[in-house]
């Protein structure tokens, strides 16, 4: 097994989740987040109908002999997360038809305690190329505690702020890993299934406090690392596959030159007291990455500024709320429209917000254009 730190903020460890994770103590982690293997059972390699070739998972990491087989694996990582998460801990774990329902059932099993199951709604889904079935259009996320009675966090506002102030569904519309997120090495995918950092951002701010430790037994190319790092969480991440690591690593050391504003602290925390399908609110930019937490924003002339918060609220001196709020502030008023108020710097040129919405609404208008072909 081999170390790779990352100043205090997070570990990787190259080795086998299995035999790494018996190596912790107990109650290591506060949250869990596992994108495990998903045997999918790719018999032969897809093809369109015009048979070119269709990149799907069918990499060696994906390979078990049996159903049986799986779920003895599943049963090993999972108990030895269970162990190691503590007391107040959660285990968020993503999965498809393909083992979804094995692994809720181990969860049970093992003794958690399911607090929701959440709809990863693609907006932009791989089609069914040969029209035998449904685009397979969701992917599944099981979130659950460690027993009946342990507690555990949830940050209700926080969410409630993401969604321009009303109460987060369980059924979240988050566009696939795309376009300058997906990264590529040499015009090809570096890792076949990299999530979305949006879909790590909702589920990392959502069940841990800035400062807890989140673990991630199957990192991959590192995004819960890069979003955990982001939002001031620790992290620990495991991966098996060299190359894999080195492209993790590569995604944090280009996070920590991204960084805006040293004075982030206030971004990151819970919101103190307490958004549909063709909307862009202005949380959809951050937990995107249009803009990052402790960033700021800018009135048209530059004289007055926001830091932008984790949660898609803004602060202006101990003053917090959304951009609306902030901007009728600024300027006095009961009401504005945060939109037309704030901007950002691009190079040396403050741009309006607004672009970046369309910029989004472009993002995913792309993918729509993709699903119907
Ligand atoms: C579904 S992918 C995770 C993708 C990740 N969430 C991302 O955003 O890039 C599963 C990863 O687990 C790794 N893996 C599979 N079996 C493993 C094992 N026994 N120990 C450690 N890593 C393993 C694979 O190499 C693969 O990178």
Known sequence: MILHHFGNEGTIYEGDAIEVLRGFEDETADMIFADPPYYLQLGNELRRPDESRVSSVSDEWDHF????????????????????????????VIGTYHNIFRIGRCLQDLGFWILNDVIWLKSNPMPNFRGRRFTNAHETLIWAKKSKDSGYTFNYWDMKSLNDDLQMRSDWLLPVCSGSERIRDGGKRAH???????????????????????????????????????????????????????????????????RMSSETAPSLSPHPSRRDAGRVSFGNL??????????????????????????????????????HKLSAEMLGRERANGWDYWFFYEGDELVSIDVLRSRYRELTARHDNIRGR
């Open 192 to 258: 076949s299934t990299q999530k979305p950092a949006a879909l790590l951002h909702r589920v990392i701010l959502s069940s841990t406090k800035p400062g807890d430790i989140v673990l991630d037994p199957f990192l991959g190319s590192g995004t819960t690392a890069v979003v955990a790092q982001s939002l001031g969480r620790k992290w620990i991440g495991i991966e098996r596959d060299a190359s894999y690591v080195r492209l993790s690593a590569r995604r944090i050391n280009d996070l920590s030159s991204r």
């Open 286 to 323: 951050v937990e995107s990455g249009f803009l990052l937490p402790g960033q700021f924003v800018f009135s048209r002339s530059g004289d007055k500024k926001a830091m932008v918060n984790a949660d898609g609220s803004v602060s202006v001196n101990g003053s917090r709320g959304s951009i």
């Open 65 to 92: 002999s049996s159903f049986g087989d799986y779920d003895s694996f599943t049963l090993a990582w999972l108990g030895e997360c269970r162990r190691v998460l503590k007391p107040e801990g959660t285990i968020w």
